[in-house]
Each structure stands twice: as structure tokens, then as C-alpha cells.
């Protein structure tokens, strides 16, 4: 019976929801996956647990012997399977798929199929106008139930509103504005302590620990030791190294693989410094009675309808999301920024140039960070070239009709950010050129107002650099803000130049990660 399923074991019984839950067992229900129709029963959930793995090893391994049709309604696509070339360059694959195939494409990935967009209106269907006809649960190309567990990445329904509503008041723009005193102060002790002149440093590894350094103390209130530091940014690294390869080839997070273990002792790292976190800033709120003073003690402090707190579990997920999105995701987009500064040097000159005109070697805030519009250009380029979030995946939960076809419930949509961002209808015949320019023409001789060019899918219609519609990036006003002060604070100090005419490379995970970016810092003093 694919589907539903039901396990039994002793007298506990569970469907596929409840066991989603349980560290212990973990399954993955698809229709090549074949049960008994009367389910599985099991003296123990360690029986139970071995019966549904290999029922589900063996499904998944007959299905991946075959490289069986799309289905019937479905839009072409190239013959075989995605797997391979997701794997060995995924943006080229990507980008030849499309030249090839067009804007809405069927794919086989693993045995799943699914569909990558590119297309304006298609994107806007899935994000926006059809987003509730859409959930993250099911979707193929997508973090796991272990480390993102039921958290705003990947929770649906209810439970994402809830903590939605829980979570808003902490990314308000308000809010935003007190976290960019410790934004800047933690960018100032990069400046001054890590940076120096004539220093050659990687600059992706220094904005990861940054980064880190500046979400576990404005939103969890949380300094974080160097040890933690080193062990969150290498687990990270590392659960995102398993899923790309996971997800690459479309295998669930269970089947057995040689990365798994590793993968499972990064998370057990993880979940180790977020409960930390938590059992002592619940003792701290205890003892000191004292009004909540982050998102941790909002979260720590809420109540639900009948007054009940929230789970430790879901206090996990909540923090495992914010920490493994906001450190990653903002560090990314800060190496990126700062390797198009240093290989346009041209571009690097006029920014510092704005920041000392208007500045005049004020501290960078929130505010008057927004009076800074080509490097607000700078930071918007940079996101149109290489978005974080390279690809936006969305399962339909009922048949949906996408321009002729017809396609069925449970389908993973791939939205390709990257291909879109690239358009030559939308952007031009320079598309794929680093231009910040190009963002003038929008709001000419105005501060461009970034959050602003994001509504919807853009001016353009092609630009979703943190999604789009209900489910958009719920930090994106805070990683702007962070991005501004950060660059801002540097670009006042340092000029930044290559040691290497070949501009990074991309790496195509679960974010659009650069590999090290090794850069030549000089101070602006001595210049």
C-alpha cells in the first residue's frame, strides 16, 4: 500500500507523520516503495524498524536499476537520468538543461520525477498564486527530517503559522535595527583583531565564523566559545556535504550510505550546543525573572492557547533552522559580495568612495546603512549571480494543471533562482556580466530600498534571491542589514584584491557555496 503507512509495534501504533518524529526510525514513503497492505507489525521498534528499512532499501534499489518514463502528462525533458550530472556539475547541468529543454522540464532524479522551472509565470504559480495547492514536506532536493526536524524550513500547515507568528517579531525591522549594534561590533573585532594590513586570508572562512558569532548572540543571546564555534561551522559543513549528495541522485536520508555516519555524528554535535543553549538560557530566565531580551527567550517564554510552552523538541528545530540557515546563507553571500569587490576593483573603489562621502566614518548602522545605494547595488548584483538558494524546491499536495500538463500530487517542483537571475529576456544580453549598474536604472538617484526590489519576484519579475510568496525567507530583512554594516565596516577600513586571476568556483550543495576565497587585504591608511 504506498501511501499512508502503518507500523505496529507491541502496542504502539504510528502512521509515516508520527514516525517522522522518532529519532529511532525514520522512513520515507513513496509509491516505489511496496508494504504489506495490512502494514508492518513488529514485537519492538528495533524489529519494526529494520522491517521498514529494508523493505524501503529494497524498493528504492529496484527503482533505481530502471530509468522508467516521466509520466504520462508530463513535460519532456533529457533522456536518462539527472542524477548523474546533478552530481558532477550541477549548474551546468542545470543550465544546459534548460538551453535544451526549455523553462519547464521533466526530470528523472533517482526514481523520483520532477519538474525544474525557470519559467516567470510557473514560479510565480508555485511561490505565490497557487502557494497553498504547495508544501516543503515530500519535496525531493531538500534537507532532511534529522537535523532540520519540523522547523520553519520544512514544517507545513499549522505548525509552520504558528511558528511563523512566534518568530516574525524577532525579524522586524525594529528589531533588526538593535541587533546592527552587535553586527558592526562583531565585524569591527574581524576588522581589528583577525584582519590586518598585508594579511592574505580566506575571507569565506572568516565570514563563517562571523556570521555564527553574530546569530547565536542576537538571536539566541548566546556567546559562543571557539570550540562550539569550530564544531557548529564543521557539522554544518558536513551535514550539508551528505545532503547534496543525498538529494543529488534523489536517496531518501536513511538508505545506508559511507557518508551517513558522519552525517548523523554532525547532527548529534549539533543537537548537543542547541540543547546546551537552551537548558541555560531556560535557568537564566528562571533566576533572573528579567523580560525576554532575544528570540530564544521570546520562543522560551511563549505560550500557545491552552497556556502549554513549547516543546523542547520544537524549541530544537526552531534554533537548528536559524542557526544552520542564518550562519550559512549569510556567510555565503558575504564571500560572494566581497570576491566581486576584489575582482572588480573599479566597483570596490566607488563603494568605499559612497561609504566616505556619506558615512564620514560613522559607525554603520541598520539605518544609515540604507543611504548607500551602489553598494545596496553591489549586494543585489551579487545576489542575482549567485543566490544562495540556487535551487527552491515545493511538493504539490494535489494534481495541479502547470501550462498544458497535468501533473500529479506529491511532485517535487524544482524553481531554479540561478536560472532565472541569468534571463536574457529579463535581464538582458549581458545577463550572466557583473554589473551593479544595471540596479540604478530601477530607482535612479535614490537609495534602491532592497527589501523592496524583493517583493513578489522582483521588478522583473526574475529575481527571488529568498523566495517568494507566504513561505519567502522569514531573516531576509536581517541578512540585507548584516550584509550592509559587515561590508560597510570593512570596506571603511580594507581594500580587498585577488591573489589569483581565476575567480572562485562554485559549488553547488545545498547553498551556492564558494570554495576559498583567498584574498590580499591592504589598509586603507597605508594605501
Known amino acids: 500500500m504506498p501511501g499512508l503507512l502503518l507500523v505496529q509495534a507491541g502496542s504502539d501504533t504510528c502512521t509515516l507523520r508520527d514516525l517522522q518524529r522518532r529519532p529511532d526510525i525514520v522512513i520515507f514513503s513513496k509509491p516505489w516503495i511496496r508494504v504489506p497492505t495490512n502494514g ?133 525591522r525594529a528589531a533588526v535595527a538593535v541587533y546592527s549594534e552587535a553586527m558592526e561590533a562583531a565585524a569591527r573585532s574581524l576588522a581589528m583583531s583577525t584582519w590586518a594590513d598585508g594579511a592574505s586570508r580566506d575571507v569565506y572562512a572568516d565570514y563563517n565564523a562571523l556570521t555564527l558569532d553574530i546569530v547565536t548572540n542576537v538571536l539566541f543571546g548566546w556567546d559562543l566559545p571557539a ?22 541522485i534523489g536517496i531518501p536520508e536513511w538508505i545506508p550510505t559511507p557518508g551517513q555516519q558522519q552525517y548523523i555524528q554532525a547532527v548529534q554535535r549539533l543537537d548537543a550546543v542547541v540543547y546546551g543553549i537552551i537548558e541555560e538560557r531556560t535557568r537564566e530566565l528562571e533566576q533572573s525573572r528579567r523580560e525576554p531580551q532575544c528570540l530564544l527567550d521570546n520562543l522560551l517564554t511563549a505560550r500557545d492557547e491552552q497556556g502549554q510552552p513549547m516543546a523542547r523538541t520544537a524549541l530544537r528545530d526552531e534554533l537548528m533552522t536559524l542557526l544552520v540557515a542564518g550562519q550559512e546563507t549569510s556567510a555565503v553571500l558575504l564571500a560572494w559580495t566581497t570576491a566581486f569587490l576584489a575582482f572588480n576593483p573599479q566597483v570596490q573603489a566607488r ?59 506529491g511532485t517535487t517542483f524544482l524553481i531554479s533562482p540561478y536560472l532565472m537571475h541569468r534571463d536574457r529576456g529579463a535581464w538582458g544580453s549581458d545577463a550572466a556580466a557583473f554589473d551593479p549598474d544595471r540596479w540604478r536604472t530601477v530607482r ?78 591592504r589598509s586603507r591608511r597605508s594605501a
Open 40 to 172: 508492518i507489525r513488529a514485537a519492538s521498534w528495533d524489529d519494526a524498524f529494520r522491517r521498514v528499512t529494508s523493505i524501503a532499501t529494497d524498493g528504492f534499489a529496484n527503482a533505481g536499476k530502471l530509468v522508467s518514463p516521466l509520466p504520462s502528462g508530463f513535460p519532456p525533458g533529457p533522456p536518462g537520468n539527472a542524477a548523474v550530472g546533478m552530481l558532477a556539475n550541477p549548474l551546468a547541468y542545470l543550465e544546459t538543461t534548460q538551453r535544451r529543454h526549455g523553462k519547464v522540464v521533466g526530470l528523472k532524479l533517482g526514481p523520483e520525477a520532477v519538474i525544474l522551472v525557470s519559467d516567470q509565470s510557473t514560479a510565480h504559480e508555485v511561490l505565490s498564486t497557487r502557494a497553498s495547492s504547495f508544501a516543503k514536506e515530500g519535496t525531493a532536493f531538500f534537507p532532511g527530517s534529522r537535523l532540520a526536524g519540523n522547523g520553519l524550513l520544512v514544517s507545513d500547515g499549522s505548525t509552520w503559522r504558528r511558528q511563523r507568528q512566534l518568530s516574525n517579531p524577532a525579524f522586524r
Open 227 to 248: 570550540d562550539q564555534a569550530n564544531t557548529i561551522v564543521g557539522s554544518i559543513k558536513v551535514a550539508f556535504e551528505f545532503f547534496a549528495n543525498q538529494a543529488g
Open 351 to 409: 563603494a568605499a568612495a559612497e561609504i566616505d562621502e556619506k558615512m564620514r566614518g560613522d559607525v554603520p548602522t541598520a539605518q544609515n546603512t540604507r543611504e548607500l545605494p551602489y553598494l545596496e547595488s553591489v549586494l543585489l548584483e551579487t545576489l542575482r549571480l549567485r543566490p544562495p538558494a540556487y535551487l527552491v524546491g515545493r511538493s504539490c499536495t494535489e494534481a495541479i494543471q502547470v501550462q498544458r500538463y497535468t501533473i500529479p500530487t
Open 444 to 521: 535612479p538617484n535614490k537609495p534602491l530600498g532592497c527589501l523592496d526590489l524583493m517583493q513578489g519576484l522582483g521588478h522583473n519579475g526574475s529575481y527571488l534571491p529568498f523566495g517568494a510568496g507566504p513561505r519567502n525567507c522569514i531573516g531576509t530583512g536581517f541578512a540585507i542589514s548584516e550584509a550592509l554594516v559587515v561590508l560597510c565596516t570593512a570596506l571603511q577600513r580594507y581594500t580587498f584584491s585577488p591573489q589569483s586571476t581565476a575567480f572562485p568556483q562554485a559549488a553547488a550543495r545545498i547553498t551556492l557555496r564558494p570554495g576559498p576565497v583567498r584574498l590580499t587585504i
